[in-house]
């Protein structure tokens, strides 16, 4: 994985993924999530597929409980910081879950 967002985004993900942010997601979007990831990590991977696994994963990842008893600030930071990569405001993306 060469592109520094790409990479910052998939650790955010797993990271949160093992602090239970998404458990309250379907299987079938864990499953995406889990394809998105994979597809990230890859080498040998279209720039297409690149960027549409990663626009996909940070849908996913909008999706997160960053509210649970277990995610970290580094976990948060990390998170805020893939997603400015990507022009999302992070204030919105938790401003949004709490309404």
């Not at 626009?55 to 990390?78: G, K």
Request: net charge negative; hydrophobic share 40%; proline share 2%.
């Amino acid at each position: 994985m060469k592109n520094v967002p790409y990479h910052l985004l998939v650790n955010a993900a797993g990271q949160l993924m093992q602090q239970h942010a998404f458990d309250h997601l379907t299987d079938d979007k864990l499953s995406r999530m889990q394809n998105c990831i994979r597809t990230l990590s890859q080498e040998a991977v279209t720039k297409e597929a690149i960027n549409a696994s990663g626009h996909e994963l940070l849908a996913l990842c909008r999706e997160a409980d960053l509210y649970v008893d277990t995610t970290t600030p580094q976990s948060l930071q990390q998170l805020f910081a893939a997603m400015s990569y990507f022009g999302v405001d992070a204030q919105s993306a938790v401003t949004e879950e709490v309404y």
